[in-house]
């Protein structure tokens, strides 16, 4: 470890939000130095009161490094917290600032049913509302159709048998902003949130009944006692007879979270040890490296809310309900100033412009700009919370 490193430690924590109180003061007193006075015309003296300031506070020299080295890389690091401090906290200093359009939240559009299915031969096919048609299998075993309830596989009248010992993988995804249901082969059903995939054997699925997920979806599986369904993410495997549940595994998420709705399922974490058996109302949490898990009651609403057109948040941080809107909305969201951990709660319509969730912030009173950056809407929220209300 290097020794400016726990300083820069303790500035990622800052702002993420995630620092003790003492550590945010201690900084907030390093930019009010900053902010007023030019780094650059400080005396030596006044320097090294300011080293001297932080080593004491954080404790970066250690028993052997020569004082003046460690001046000069205390220093290197405080400038370097300048400089940061400033670009989070003045949205003038800022190039994509200066370089956005103003945006009203009232064109910010919704999402809607749309994905694109890659076959195992190479083809990509765009499925959307406006391109109703069969879509015939490479093996011509099965045909898949896009209705307007969402796409399905339709075995029936097919002469050509699949070869089951050289799996078809198809794999579904939606892009951000987009939604699509999905009846699989062996009859269960699958909706798929946005910016999502799903990837399956289509030609003999009803043997392998396994899926490979990583974002957001909702299931409703067709019983078959002696073959089990398994959804495998990058942190878990879920293995269920027939039941219902919800399965949210996005990248950016902090892990990846089962909802029972109803039946059970049992969870294996991918590089832990021991399997985990849920029952109705249950939700289990296994965090992004895949070892630990934990179990707790649900908020089954709000986990399947997204299902019939719904955001619904029980006390979620800005920071979760924030990545749930910039994926449906297509949206680039930036924080200025640390993450707040003020809990939202609420309940919006999907369907509606941003403009309508965005009134929640204006509701917990966060004050917010909506702009075109590049070609792309980026909504910013600024943190006029000088001292938290703990939860």
Known sequence: MSEKQPTSELLQRYLDGTCSDAERKLIDDWYQRLDNEDYATLSDQEILRDLDHVQKKIGLAKPGVPRWLYYVAA???????????????????????????????????????????????????????????????????????????????????????????????????????????????????????????????????????TVRLEGEAYFDIFHDTSNPFRVVTEEQIITVLGTK?????????LGTTTTLVSGKVEVKPQNGAGLVQL??????????????????????????????????????????????????????IVFEGPKPSTKLWGEVHRNAPAEIPLKLLDFFNFKHEVSLVNGKPRIVIFNQLKKEVKQ
Not at 83 to 108: C, Q, Y
Not at 296 to 306: P, T
């Open 245 to 253: 549940f919800n399965v949210n595994s996005y990248p950016d998420e």
């Open 75 to 209: 220093a290197t690091v405080l400038i370097a917290m300048g400089v940061f401090l400033r670009l989070a906290w003045e949205p003038s200093t800022s190039p994509d600032h200066v370089t956005g359009v103003p945006l009203a939240a009232k064109d910010i559009l919704p999402g809607s049913d749309q994905a694109t299915l890659t076959l195992s031969d190479g083809r990509i096919i765009t499925l959307d509302e406006t391109n109703e048609h069969p879509i015939k299998g490479e093996s011509g075993a099965y045909t898949i159709q896009h209705v307007a309830d969402g796409i399905r596989y339709d075995k029936s009248g097919s002469p050509v048998p699949a070869d089951p010992l050289t799996p078809q993988y198809h794999t579904l995804e939606t892009p951000i902003g987009k939604q699509v249901r999905l009846t699989l082969p062996d009859g269960s059903n699958v909706w798929l949130n946005a910016r999502s995939s799903l990837t399956y054997a289509a030609n003999n699925f009803e043997e392998a009944r």
């Open 279 to 332: 029952s109705s109302g249950q939700q289990a949490f296994v965090d992004a490296d895949g070892m630990t898990t934990h179990v707790q009651s649900a908020h089954i609403d709000a986990a399947i809310a997204w299902t019939i057109g719904l955001f619904k948040f029980e006390g979620n941080t800005i920071d979760e309900v924030m990545r749930q809107l910039g994926r449906w909305y297509d949206v680039a």
